[in-house]
Structure formats: structure tokens, C-alpha cells
């Protein structure tokens, strides 16, 4: 008797459906035939923070989230929290119903032991989606030499690469990294780009209020951790507004995470609590509203170990929405936006602010930019295209032609 295959997904970094990735792959997955469950941390302000819930035929079960990361000790207590929990919700799942593959979504680099033991226990793949080098993060937030908790972490990532069935890395440069610190065949590795999906995400007609009685609007969307640059943002803002004194610029920075607070005392400490507003996360529709309305976005990611290398899904969000952008010179984000952003100096702050002056002083280069964006996600970038090496990736796991029938 044939019957569906049943993938559970793990992922510690954000709720889900918030994880907008997590999201993707979960629906595409099931869209192709195969059962998925989601294993996450709960939200918090009571947004998906239901132990139990199934969405559009998906069941994600969720544990209590972490207090946030602030401190090396904090950071390695995160890992054993969510993998005892994880543990303890994949063995639910498996009592209940069983599963074929475990697919786990780093940070942190610690689920390969799950994986192993559903493995030996029930001869399930384990599937390796690694969405950060997490050596490069430590070493991004919080700087240092490469000493013990960096040769540990690459341990750790060496073990998972080498436990996986199979890897889905979410660029070209990590699939390189896969390769050569990891030494997996590259016919086991699928590069698996985040690219929106454009039947739910599209601009909206734009609503002149949001820039709060002045002329432009510059936007940022995204998480706020250590080494997500917002300081740098900050203080590119304020030069384009105390130095060189331009008034008539409205910054929104959307998200939140670890560092939201400290982000916000440092707003006001540099005087652009008038002229900088933070929504925190808000809504999908929210974000339609602001994309729409901005006159251009930033990327204000620091070169460092890991963002050179990482795909920031904001690059693509604002493509989506026909934006031209400001970002520092990184790797991969010029991959992703190419000729549709101004680019600054690596961590040059001023040069970033003038960037958007620029940009902002531009109407006709930025409907430009923008214009290119949009064409490159309808015709390379959007989930639609980016889907189907997922789908490949799968059906070659599970035996080609098999796909998501399995023996039941």
C-alpha cells in the first residue's frame, strides 16, 4: 500500500510561519504531495505562540523560546534548550504517525544528533538546510579570534555535513563551503535560493502618509541582531539629517530581534527618535504597505566572516517591490541585486548616508534600478523559479521517480 511521505522540519532561528523560508519549503512540500510537520519556538507577543497548530494542512508543534542571545554563555545555553525540546517533539511526532526524513534548518549546528537518531531508529534521512555558517556567525557577533567556541562550532558543522543525506545550501557561496571546509559531493548539495513568492508578496498602491509628512520614505526590513548593521544605519541616518541637514527624509525600520532594544536606546541617544520609527514585526500586509510607499531601501549588513557570503532575504524582498536599494559592497548581495543598488565602501557609514542622498536626489536612476529588480525576480530569483530545486532535491532523495509516495 502506497502512502504519502512525511517530512518533519526543525528550525530554532524563528517561529514559523514567520520564518518566511521555513514557510516556503513547508508549503511547497506539501503542495507536492508530501505530509509536513514544523517543529519551531513559540513567538512571542502572542503571534504563533500555540504549542499545536495546523495551518493550510501542516501541523507545527512549537516549544517556549530562549531567553534572547546576549552573551557567549547565553549563546551556547541556546543550543542544548532547543535541541531537548526538538528531541522531545520529533519523538512525539514519530509515536504518533512516523516519519520519513528530518529536516533540520540551522542555527544551531547540534540537530545532526537527531538526525543520527532517527537514523538508527527508524531509517530515516536526515536533510541538512543550512541557512548560516554558524562559525562565521559567532565570529560575527561577537568578534574575537578563532579560538575554542570556533573550532567547536566548525566541529559541529564538520559532523552535520558529514551525518546528512543530503544538503541544501541557499547560495553558490555556501555550497562552495559545503564542498571544501565540509567535503560533501557536490552532487549532494542543492543550492536552494530564499526567493519570494510572488503570489503572495506584491506591492500595493502606496499611502503618502506613511512617510509622516515628508518627502521620502527609506525603509528597512528585517532582523535585528548584532551583526545586522542597524548602528551602522543609524548612523548613516544621522548624517544625512543633522550633517548634511536633510529634513525631509522619514526612516521605518521593520523587524525585531535581539538587538531591537538596544537598536532603539541608540536612536535616541543620537537624537532620530523624530525621524526614525520602528514598527517591531508587524504584519505581511503591513510590510506590502511600507514597501510600496518607500522611495528606497537599505541593506545596511556589515562586511564581516558571514554576510559577505549570505543571501539577505531583504535584498530580494525589496526587488520584489520594484526598490532600489543602498548596501554595502557585499559578495552575495551584489549577486542578488547587481546594477538595481548604490553601493558603499564595507562598514563605511558616511559613504552608505551618501548613497542615499544620491539615491533619493535620483528620481529617474531609482525607477530605473528598480524596474531591473523587479524584471530579475520575475525571471530568475522568485520562489517559483527557485522551488523547483527543492522538488529536484527531494524526489532524488527518495529514490527519483518515487517521489512523495512512499511505501506506508
Same mark, same amino acid.
Given at each position: ?20 523560508? *521555513?514557510?516556503?519549503? =513547508?508549503?511547497t ?12 519556538p513559540?513567538?512571542? @507577543?502572542?503571534a ?8 493550510d494542512g ?12 546576549t552573551? $557567549? ?10 535541541? !531537548?525540546?526538538? %528531541?522531545?517533539?520529533a519523538?512525539?511526532i514519530?509515536?504518533?504517525? @512516523?516519519? /520519513?526524513?528530518?529536516?533540520a ?5 547540534? !540537530? !545532526? ?5 532517527? $537514523?538508527l531508529?527508524r ?6 538546510d ?6 562565521e556567525?559567532?565570529?560575527?557577533r561577537?568578534g574575537?579570534?578563532?579560538? %575554542?567556541y570556533?573550532w567547536?562550532?566548525?566541529l ?23 564542498v ?13 535560493? =530564499?526567493?519570494?513568492?510572488?503570489t ?16 521620502n520614505?527609506?525603509?528597512y ?17 544621522r548624517?544625512v539629517i543633522? *550633517?548634511?541637514n536633510?529634513? /525631509? ?7 525585531? @530581534? ?8 541608540l536612536?535616541? /541617544?543620537?537624537? &532620530?527618535a ?12 503591513? *510590510?506590502q ?19 559577505d557570503?549570505?543571501?539577505?532575504? $531583504?535584498? &530580494? ?6 526598490k ?8 552575495? =548581495?551584489?549577486?542578488?541585486?547587481? /546594477? ?16 542615499i542622498?544620491q ?5 529617474e536612476l531609482?525607477?530605473?534600478m ?9 525571471d530568475?530569483l522568485?520562489w517559483?523559479?527557485?522551488?523547483k530545486?527543492l522538488?529536484?532535491?527531494?524526489g532524488?532523495? !527518495?529514490?527519483g =521517480? ?7
Open positions: 500500500m502506497k502512502g504519502k511521505r512525511h517530512i518533519v522540519i526543525i528550525v530554532e532561528n524563528l517561529p514559523v510561519p514567520f520564518d518566511r523560508r *521555513v514557510w516556503l519549503e =513547508s508549503t512540500l506539501k503542495a507536492a504531495g508530501y505530509d509536513v510537520s514544523v517543529i519551531c513559540q513567538g512571542s @507577543g502572542g504563533y505562540s500555540e504549542p499545536h497548530e495546523e495551518i501542516i501541523h507545527i508543534y512549537r516549544y517556549k523560546h530562549p531567553p534572547p542571545t552573551t $557567549k554563555i547565553s549563546y551556547a545555553w541556546e543550543f542544548p534548550y532547543c535541541w !531537548f525540546n526538538s %528531541l522531545r517533539l519523538l512525539g514519530a509515536r504518533r504517525e @512516523g516519519f /520519513d526524513a528530518i529536516h534548518c540551522n542555527p544551531p549546528d547540534t !540537530f !545532526f544528533l537527531i538526525g543520527v537518531i532517527f $537514523k531508529l531509517r530515516s534521512k536526515f536533510v541538512y543550512q541557512h548560516d555558517l554558524c562559525p556567525l559567532y565570529l560575527s561577537f574575537g579570534r578563532r579560538a %575554542l570556533f567547536l562550532l566548525r559541529l558543522e564538520w559532523v552535520t555535513y558529514r551525518s546528512a543525506d543530503m544538503v541544501l545550501a541557499t547560495n553558490e557561496s555556501y555550497k562552495g563551503h559545503a571544501e571546509t565540509g567535503k560533501v559531493p557536490a552532487d549532494d548539495v542543492y543550492v536552494v535560493r =530564499s526567493g519570494p513568492r510572488l503572495h508578496f506584491n506591492p500595493v498602491p502606496p499611502e503618502p502618509e506613511l512617510k509622516r509628512g515628508r518627502k520614505l527609506v525603509c526590513l528585517g532582523v535585528m541582531a548584532p551583526q545586522d548593521g542597524l548602528d551602522y544605519l543609524l548612523r548613516a541616518a548624517h543633522d *550633517v548634511v536633510r529634513r /525631509d527624509v522619514h526612516f521605518v525600520l521593520i523587524g525585531s @530581534g535581539d538587538s531591537f532594544e538596544a537598536v532603539k536606546s536612536r535616541d /541617544d543620537l537624537g &532620530l523624530d525621524y526614525v520609527e520602528m514598527t517591531g514585526r508587524i504584519p505581511d500586509a503591513d *510590510v504597505r511600507y514597501l510600496s510607499t518607500a522611495d528606497l531601501c537599505v541593506c545596511p549588513d556589515p562586511r564581516n566572516p558571514l554576510n557570503v549570505s543571501t539577505m532575504n $531583504k535584498v &530580494l524582498e525589496y526587488m520584489t517591490f520594484s532600489a536599494m543602498v548596501s554595502f559592497d557585499l559578495i552575495e =548581495s551584489r549577486f542578488s541585486a547587481r /546594477d538595481g543598488a548604490l553601493y558603499a565602501s564595507p562598514n563605511d557609514e558616511i559613504e552608505f548616508g551618501e548613497r542622498i539615491l533619493l536626489d535620483d528620481d531609482r525607477e530605473e528598480g524596474a531591473r529588480n523587479r524584471k530579475r525576480i520575475e530568475e522568485s517559483e523559479h527557485t522551488s530545486e522538488l529536484r532535491a527531494y532524488v532523495l !527518495f529514490g =521517480s518515487e517521489g512523495a509516495e512512499g511505501k506506508g
